[in-house]
């Protein structure tokens, strides 16, 4: 009974991915979605393209994350909800994307500055002090975001004073 629901679920997640692949070549070639599509990356830019290859990685993450979040306090314990948990996974994971966005700015705001110290003319000027102020706050950010992160972990695993919380391992409940 259980290898027949296997190869029933793997069923049915090939026919899903077989779908997904059918519907992404659709709108690939169907003409109005072009456009859309064309008309919005008209309005990026090479240059900010380490921000947006972040922001995209940032998304994932997030969705990838809470989706398997919610399986487990919801779909796999029906019996027994465990809200709190989904809110402390949303909230950890919601701070580590807003991280990996201020990581992302960080790298963006180095190209920029690189950019601009391998153009001829002065180094030291304005916009050139603007991007260095730019990059410290992100840091600053980066940092906060992190702390954010280990306080909220600390509230959910209950914190003892003078030892690290454990780190939670995939067979962990």
């Given at each position: 009974?259980?290898?027949?629901?296997?190869?029933?679920?793997?069923?049915q997640?090939?026919?899903?991915?077989?779908?997904?692949?059918?519907?992404?070549?659709?709108?690939?070639?169907?003409?109005?979605?072009?456009?859309?599509?064309?008309?919005?990356?008209?309005?990026?830019?090479?240059?900010?393209?380490?921000?947006?290859?972040?922001?995209?990685?940032g998304?994932?993450?997030?969705?990838?994350?809470h989706?398997?979040?919610?399986r487990?306090?919801?779909f796999?314990?029906?019996?027994?909800?465990?809200?709190?948990?989904?809110?402390?996974?949303?909230?950890?994971?919601?701070?580590?994307?807003?991280?990996?966005?201020?990581?992302g700015?960080?790298?963006?705001v180095?190209?920029?500055?690189?950019?601009?110290?391998?153009?001829?003319?002065?180094?030291?000027?304005?916009i050139?002090?603007?991007?260095?102020?730019?990059?410290?706050?992100l840091?600053?950010l980066?940092?906060?975001?992190?702390?954010?992160?280990?306080?909220?972990?600390?509230?959910?695993?209950?914190?003892?004073?003078?030892?690290?919380?454990p780190?939670?391992?995939?067979?962990?409940?």
């Amino acid at each position: 009974m259980a290898q027949n629901s296997q190869g029933i679920g793997s069923l049915q997640y090939w026919t899903i991915v077989v779908g997904l692949i059918l519907l992404g070549v659709f709108v690939y070639f169907y003409p109005p979605f072009e456009k859309l599509i064309s008309d919005s990356l008209r309005g990026l830019a090479s240059s900010t393209i380490v921000f947006w290859f972040a922001a995209f990685v940032g998304v994932m993450a997030y969705v990838i994350a809470h989706w398997q979040s919610f399986r487990q306090h919801f779909f796999q314990r029906v019996s027994d909800l465990d809200a709190e948990g989904l809110v402390f996974d949303t909230l950890q994971v919601a701070l580590l994307v807003a991280l990996i966005l201020c990581a992302g700015g960080i790298l963006q705001v180095i190209e920029m500055l690189s950019g601009h110290l391998i153009d001829e003319g002065a180094i030291l000027d304005p916009i050139f002090g603007r991007k260095l102020l730019a990059m410290i706050i992100l840091v600053l950010l980066a940092i906060g975001f992190y702390l954010l992160h280990r306080m909220v972990r600390a509230f959910r695993l209950g914190r003892h004073p003078g030892r690290t919380p454990p780190r939670r391992g995939p067979n962990a409940g």
